[in-house]
């Protein structure tokens, strides 16, 4: 084994159990790694077409692992779904909330990120999405929009409704200096930033244009193509 594989493997290990002791799906679920739902709080069983699915959730209406009723809740200042409160550290900027929207339609409606879906014990979720490779400017653009608006810490992924005692209201830009920052240590690493751009058919878009087609399906299959061609199942993700 040369040094940089040993290298990508102890990353790895870091990064797993950074995640909350997450595990890789066990070897028959490997193979059934497309139009897959998470076993999650609010996510359906199996995908199916939803034709009711509110604002930015829409594109997934065809085939959906979230239900209208979840889709609505999503586009909500403080929402049920999670008592999460966007506003945490006053009036989050229209432009930056968007981002995060998205980011939660994605989440909640993706049948495509099987391949970066792992197994975790959780009391609200049985598995989550570590390390998808999202594309370089949907980063970007996230980090630019959000940089202007206030938060309190750099790490969401057990909630926000009021900040940490002790902690201050800052920029987004003071808590996460750079694009990566913000996408990847946000959500405990469920993304990782891709080299590449939408279109290429190599990285997870955060939206897309339904009528041109889901085009993270060809992501999803390239990845689980890989991993069950027997390549390292997530040692290509940051490419």
């Known amino acids: 084994m040369d040094m940089a594989r040993q290298m990508m493997q102890l990353l790895l290990l870091a990064l797993v159990t950074a995640a909350g002791s997450a595990q890789p799906r066990n070897a028959r679920a490997r193979t059934d790694l497309l139009n897959v739902c998470m076993n999650a709080k609010h996510h359906k069983a199996q995908p199916s077409p939803e034709d009711e699915l509110y604002g930015q959730c829409s594109p997934w209406k065809k085939n959906a692992c979230c239900t209208a009723n979840t889709s609505q809740e999503l586009h909500k200042?403080?929402?049920?779904?999670?008592?999460?409160?966007?506003?945490?550290?006053?009036?989050?900027?229209?432009?930056?909330?968007?981002?995060?929207?998205?980011?939660?339609?994605?989440?909640?409606?993706?049948?495509?990120?099987?391949?970066?879906?792992?197994?975790?014990?959780?009391?609200?979720?049985?598995?989550?999405?570590?390390?998808?490779?999202?594309?370089?400017?949907?980063?970007?653009?996230?980090?630019?929009?959000?940089?202007?608006?206030?938060?309190?810490?750099?790490?969401?992924?057990?909630?926000?409704?009021?900040?940490?005692?002790?902690?201050?209201?800052?920029?987004?830009?003071?808590?996460?200096?750079?694009?990566?920052?913000?996408?990847?240590?946000?959500?405990?690493?469920?993304?990782?930033?891709?080299?590449?751009?939408?279109?290429?058919?190599?990285?997870?878009?955060?939206?897309?244009?339904?009528a041109q087609g889901n085009a993270n399906e060809e992501v999803a299959k390239f990845y689980a193509a890989t991993m069950n061609a027997g390549a390292p199942s997530h040692g290509i993700i940051g490419s």
């Open 77 to 210: 200042d403080i929402s049920r779904l999670y008592n999460f409160n966007w506003d945490h550290c006053g009036k989050m900027q229209p432009a930056c909330k968007r981002h995060f929207i998205q980011d939660a339609c994605l989440y909640e409606c993706s049948p495509n990120l099987g391949p970066w879906i792992w197994q975790v014990n959780q009391s609200w979720r049985k598995e989550r999405i570590l390390n998808v490779p999202l594309c370089k400017e949907d980063c970007e653009h996230w980090w630019e929009d959000c940089r202007t608006s206030y938060t309190c810490k750099s790490n969401w992924h057990k909630g926000i409704n009021e900040c940490p005692a002790g902690a201050l209201c800052r920029t987004f830009e003071s808590y996460f200096p750079t694009p990566a920052t913000l996408c990847e240590g946000l959500w405990s690493h469920s993304f990782k930033v891709s080299n590449y751009s939408g279109g290429s058919g190599r990285c997870i878009q955060m939206w897309f244009d339904s």
